[in-house]
Every structure is written in C-alpha cells, then in structure tokens.
DNA sequence: CGGTATCCTATAAGATACTG
DNA sequence: CAGTATCTTATAGGATACCG
C-alpha cells in the first residue's frame, strides 16, 4: 500500500469539513437534531435511514464532538441515549442552510414539504449570506477567497 | 459518461444540494474556478486530484448548470475549455464559505496555508451567517428550521 | 499539454437478521 | 424498542495508460 503525501487539497478546512459533514445523510440528521428529533427510532423513522448507517452516521459525529450522546432512562426500561447538537453541531447548521438554500433555488423539488429557515422572535425568513464584521449581509461578487500564509 | 441525475427519491433540497456539491472535490474546485484558476491543468495541479475525477467532476457539474464550459484557442493549437461558473455556480460559494468557515472553527489544521473570505472592496473579514431579509446576521439560536406544507 | 478510458480499491449506502 | 452485526451493491476516489 502506497501511501503517497497528502497533497494540498487534503489539509484544508473545506475539505475536513466536507469530508465529515458532506455525507449524504449528515445534514439530515442534524436537522432533525437540531429541530428536537434526538431518538434513534425518531430519527430513523422521519427520514426513512437505514438503521445500521444511523449508528454509523451518529457514532462519526459523537467521535468528532459534533453531537454528544446523553443518556436518559425511562422507568422501567435500560438507559438509553439521546443524541444532541453540540456547539461545534450547532455552528454546522449554517452549512445546513446553505444547502438547503441553494437546493431550493437551483435544484428545486416538484411538491411536498418544503423546510424553510425563519427567525423564531420575529417569524422572517432567513436567507445564509456572507456577512461583514459589523453584521451586514455582502454581495456575491464583492467576496474574495484569499489565501494567506503558507 | 455518467449523467448524474437525481433521483426521484430525493425529495429533499438539502440532499439533492449535498448530492452535488457535497462530494469530496466540488468544493475545492468550485473555489478554484472562483479564484480564477480555471484551466483543467491548473486546476489539477493545484488540488492534486487524479485527472479522471477533474474530468467526472467538471462533467457533473456542467450537466448540473453550475459550471459552464467556455471555449478557447491559442495560437497554432487546438481549441480547448476554460471552466467558469454560472450564477448557480456562484451561489454555491456561500455553502463553500460555511463549509471552511465551520472547518476553520472545528477542525482547524496544524499550520500552512490558509484560505480567508474577505470582502474585495473593504478588505473586511467575512463569515457566512443567517441573515433576515433586511440583511442583518440574526444568532444562531434564534434560527429555526420549519417544515410548511406537505 | 489537455484531457479520456480503464482498472482497481475503499467506502457509503441499503436490506435485513439479530441481540438485550 | 434501541440499537449492532453481516452481507451486498453502488459509487467515489486513485493510479496510470493512452490519445490528439
């Protein structure tokens, strides 16, 4: 087995990122956690996974401390676990937006439940932007990529 | 010649999204293209990414509207194609900055160089936020994703 | 140099059986 | 019910040969 030298591409933050959450099923999941579906049999059911992939799925995301899993009981029954966002899992759902945005403007679908991102004090509906230090939103074609160092 | 079409079963935009762009390589060669760097050798170079996979990727994502091909020739040779993206394409720069951004957070790299997102006009620091339709950030905890019809 | 075609491997995904 | 283990298939990724 050849293990040749990590090029570039490899020790980038685009691509640790999409490496760990641009599985397909990944920000699925976070979704629901995100909207309250911590339970494996909860998740599972809402967005029809296979059962082993979800342990998979939950167990990469517990390792890379973007979920943590909180054990509960119910009475009578053995413990069981919870799986909710931490704040490295929360921090991940502007990535969810993103591509729930552009999904919905470039890879539309033809009827059915549509998620929209609203802000919960005022109901607006949100859109995923580049955004200033001061909080404003920036034009497209005013961001630079721009690499620094080396 | 694979024709990545979507399947019925994907229902949901952000999994039709991260179906296209979430593959390993997108990204990074969406950013390339936005950086200027859109010359198949080029780009090769840069990434490191084996030259049958630039090929499969750029196919993809032309089928997919994000990347249009552009003719060109230089003196005495052949005609051949520059990779520039569509306004599809561009949109997709905000999923690239929340994927870094996110990366750069959570799983930072030990050194070397590293991409930033700045505004072109101002020279500003830029990070990828939910936004309400005034353009303003809105935090994170006052996000919620909410499911409208079906 | 600018790609395409071929072959191989690694891994995600899916179905399903199994265990406490 | 809440998972884990096993098996199969589909596909992304990688090396490299090849062709205009």
């Given at each position: ?57 939950l167990a990469t995301l517990a390792a890379a401390?973007v979920v943590e899993k ?13 799986y ?67």
């Open positions: 087995m050849t293990t040749t030298e990590l090029p570039d591409s490899m020790t980038c933050s685009i691509e640790r990122a999409v490496t760990l959450l641009g599985e397909r099923w990944t920000p699925l999941i976070l979704r629901e956690l995100h909207t309250g579906v911590v339970r494996f049999g909860d998740i599972q059911q809402r967005l029809g996974i296979a059962t082993n992939l979800l342990t998979a799925r401390g909180r054990p509960y009981r119910e009475a009578g029954a053995r413990t069981r676990y919870e909710h966002l931490t704040d490295a899992g929360r921090d991940a759902l502007v990535i969810l937006g993103a591509l729930q945005q552009w999904g919905d403007r470039h890879a539309p679908r033809l009827g059915g439940p549509t998620i929209e991102r609203r802000d919960r004090r005022t109901g607006a509906l949100l859109d995923v932007s580049f955004t200033d230090p001061e909080g404003r939103a920036v034009p497209l074609d005013a961001v630079a990529f721009v690499r620094t160092g080396g």
